[in-house]
């Protein structure tokens, strides 16, 4: 099991109707997710700059990426995030290793920023907002009435309205993180390019989901499907309160009818005597 077995990324946005509480750093794999998805991106820049020596680099930015998934077994842990960081930072190190070019590293982060970018545009074009989509999916995946799913939350004009600013916010999310750094890889400024990598990664996607919960918490809480949920929730523990008082009140009934009969007994005893 995992120490922090709290959903992370939008899978936390997607628990909001469920009564827990939000924090922004269960939301990116608490503390020691920081630093598992920073750490190998960290050392990959410090080494290349103090040694500028690319092959190094890479085999020791390589081994400390296994070694986070390795220790995660090592202690019966769940690996999928550190495993799917691991994947994302083989691709970058075989992508320098192979080009001989180590602004190359940062090649598969302005593939995947920019595909994101274009497939959130498109669901706003079509009007049925990425981000909302997602949550939603998360929250109640639609395995039958596909249409009928969709109709329920798009059809909330306030909670539409937040998801369509929510993929906004994270189409210039990914739009500024482009615009900052491609130019630095044209311009091959490696360290620049790295620390602002770093400062654009973890960060802004921390900030971008906690501008989300803002945005749609009090859409998500206050959306009909969730309100019948918490008046059946309240009506249950009214039953069961209802359930303890009855059994209460026959708990008492019988304790004074033993006593009452404890009485008579004494009573009848002290006659014939």
Known sequence: ????????????????????????????????????????????????????????????????????????LLQRQTVLGALSGLIAVAICLVWA??????????????????????????TLAIRVPGVGFLVEFIRSMPTLHFRDWLADWRGDRKLYKAYVFVTALWMCLFALRLAVQV??????????????????????????????????????????????????DDESDDVEDKADSVDMVAVDSAEDGVDSRKDDADTIAKSEQ
Request: proline fraction near 4%; aromatic fraction near 12%; charge should be negative.
């Open 1 to 72: 099991m995992s120490v922090n077995d709290k959903p992370t990324g939008l899978a936390s946005l997607a628990a909001l109707g469920s009564g827990d509480d939000f924090s922004v750093i269960d939301a990116i794999g608490g503390v020691r997710g920081v630093v598992e998805s920073m750490l190998p991106g960290f050392v990959f820049v410090v080494m290349f700059v103090v040694s500028r020596d690319l092959k190094l680099t890479i085999i020791v930015s390589a081994v400390l990426a296994v070694l986070e998934v390795v220790v995660r």
């Open 97 to 122: 290793w192979n080009t001989h070019e180590a602004r190359n590293y940062y090649v598969y982060g302005f593939i995947t920023n920019s595909v994101y970018l274009v497939a959130l545009a498109f």
């Open 183 to 232: 130019p630095l890889y044209l311009t091959n400024h490696v360290t620049w390019l790295g620390t602002t990598r770093l400062l654009m990664g973890l960060p802004f996607w921390a900030l971008a989901i906690w501008v989300s919960y803002l945005l749609i918490a009090d859409p998500i809480r206050h959306h009909p499907k969730f309100v019948v949920e918490d008046e059946d």
